[in-house]
T-cell receptor, first 109, second 114 residues
């Protein structure tokens, strides 16, 4: 079967750094996405990785290891507005996205 | 219209009733998707369309149908609603069905079936 695992909830302090992990087992791999979803709102795109390594985009970075079936999203200089759920999704062999349940990130002052 | 819109925003529906959720995008995207999101579960794909005139079944298609008569519109119909279809429904679109393309999501429809 296909499976995406992420921690259910994480807590971090404003100004700090947090790493959200995602492990996956899917039938085929055509890239991994991270989305942000604020409570009551739609998901919005953060990053896409298809090759191993780190992709940096401002305060957010995303890492992929295809051999380990592993990715992480790194958020630096945390702000209160970063409180949200972070969704990991893998494009499978049919290019359909398989979604994790999301990690709820709570930022404390 | 800017981006992707959905209607209604929320709806309470009696079991057994027929309901159509509407989705419209103005980005001229070829691919469109319908997901449901339930607490503790990831987004699950109901149906998709890679281009106007074609549709396909996703992970959880039973009880739902779609049509794609043109590029912009992708309605989702529940023929006879059941309580297990209580969920938040998101419509999404992407430029193509290729893997690199990010999906843009509508604001969602919160549906309660009693």
């Amino acid at each position: 079967g296909q499976n995406i695992d992420q921690p259910t909830e994480m807590t971090a302090t404003e100004g700090a750094i947090v790493q959200i992990n995602c492990t996956y087992q899917t039938s085929g791999f055509n890239g991994l996405f991270w989305y942000q979803q604020h409570a009551g709102e739609a998901p919005t795109f953060l990053s896409y990785n298809v090759l191993d390594g780190l992709e940096e985009k401002g305060r957010f970075s995303s890492f992929l290891s295809r051999s380990k079936g592993y990715s992480y999203l790194l958020l630096k200089e945390l702000q209160m507005k970063d409180s949200a759920s972070y969704l990991c999704a893998v494009a499978d062999s049919n290019y359909q996205l398989i979604w994790g349940a999301g990690t709820k990130l709570i930022i404390k002052p | 219209i800017a981006g992707i819109t959905q209607a209604p925003t929320s709806q309470i529906l009696a079991a057994g009733r027929r309901m159509t959720l509407r989705c419209t995008q103005d980005m001229r995207h070829n691919a469109m998707y319908w997901y449901r999101q339930d607490l503790g579960l990831g987004l699950r794909l109901i149906h998709y369309s890679n281009t106007a005139g074609t549709t396909g079944k996703g992970e959880v298609p039973d009880g739902y149908s779609v049509s794609r008569a043109n590029t912009d519109d992708f309605p989702l119909t529940l023929a006879s609603a059941v309580p297990s279809q209580t969920s938040v429904y998101f419509c999404a679109s992407s430029a193509t069905s290729g893997s690199r393309d990010e999906q843009f999501f509508g604001p969602g429809t919160r549906l309660t079936v009693l």
